[in-house]
């Protein structure tokens, strides 16, 4: 059974449509990359799939089961299926790493927390910052914090991992901190949405690529199709313009 399924999905900000007719999708345990120029789409779809920008039109389905956008308890069955990772870190600058970690488990899902804080510390140590647990945000460097936010998202435990753009706004020394921890994440089979610029990473850990332009999907395929012949003129063009630089 397919994993993740969009279908026609629409998303318009007031009069101007953002998102025009998104169709993918996504089998268990894939990575699937949504790579485009800037304003295509990208980061409005992961927002839409997960509830925040709701859309206008359209389907998504998680394992079989249609997405209600227009129902609460539908959305919040959606978010605890999926789990978000935005381009900036949004911890939470007067808890320690352990307590953004566990919160969101402890006051939301209602979990004991002894049973949160064992997954938090494994969480931790999966991302690299095992010796942070009672350190706070404003004592980690950008990547550390990244890594932070990472492990807070699967200590939802969520089936779909979402991942926005989660290196740009780091310092470049900081980027492979965050890159490896992703590539750790891909081993261990979780499905993934990963909108990313980052070329030579989306071709080494996808299964798959989409190309979006101008709100829609313009070719799929696997990362040497997209990257080395693809199809169609846009694609080339704006493959062959970051693979310049």
Partial sequence: MTH??????????????????VTLSA????VVSLIGPSGSGKSTLLRALVGLTLPSAGEVRVA???????SRKSVRELRSQLAIVFQQYNLFQNMTVMRNVTIAPITIKKRPKAEVEALAAELLARVGMEAKHDAYPEELSGGQQQRVAIARALA????????????SALDPERVNEVLDTIRRLTDEGITMLLVSHEMSFVREVSTRVVMMDDGKVVETGTPSQIFDSPTHERTRDFVGMILKH
Wanted: aromatic share 4%; with cysteine.
């Fill in 64 to 70: 079989g089961k249609a997405v209600d956008y227009s």
């Fill in 4 to 21: 993740l399924d969009v279908r026609d999905l629409a998303c318009s900000y007031g009069s101007e449509k953002i998102l025009k007719g």
């Fill in 156 to 167: 939802l435990q969520p089936e779909i991992l979402l991942l926005d753009e989660v290196t």
């Fill in 27 to 30: 089998e268990k345990g894939e």
